[in-house]
């Protein structure tokens, strides 16, 4: 079993940044890839960006690509995701998720909370 914990969301305007965190326990934290997703209000939840259990490897869906960063510190079992030039329409709950690195929620076996994420034009 692993358990997840995110925070670091918040209200933030266009063009401003945010850090969220994803802090993990149980399970060794190494052995998962890590992903981060998203779910606006009556819209499907939808992959954001990935990291391989080694931290060696990225992905990203194409509209955060050069905008967010996502990071692991194995050293703390937490995950980032570095957020910057935040635009209205990145404005949803974000959620982090630990399994098999990929774009698919079903490849991922734990999930946190989630934590709200709005940004105002």
């Known amino acids: 079993q692993v358990t997840l914990v995110e925070s670091g969301g918040g209200l933030v305007q266009a063009g401003g940044s945010l850090r969220l965190s994803c802090a993990a326990s149980?399970?060794?934290?190494?052995?998962?890839?890590m992903g981060w997703f998203r779910q606006a209000p009556g819209k499907e939840r939808k992959f954001v960006a990935s990291i391989s259990w080694f931290g060696g490897r990225t992905y990203y869906v194409d509209d955060v690509k050069g905008r967010f960063t996502i990071s692991r510190d194995s050293s703390k079992n937490t995950v980032y995701l570095q957020m910057n030039s935040l635009k209205p329409e990145d404005t949803s709950v974000y959620y982090c998720?630990?399994?098999?690195?990929?774009?698919?929620?079903?490849?991922?076996?734990?999930w946190g909370q989630g934590t709200q994420v709005t940004v105002s034009s």
């Open positions: 149980g399970r060794t934290f190494s052995n998962y890839a």
């Open positions: 998720a630990a399994g098999s690195v990929g774009s698919e929620a079903n490849r991922y076996d734990y």
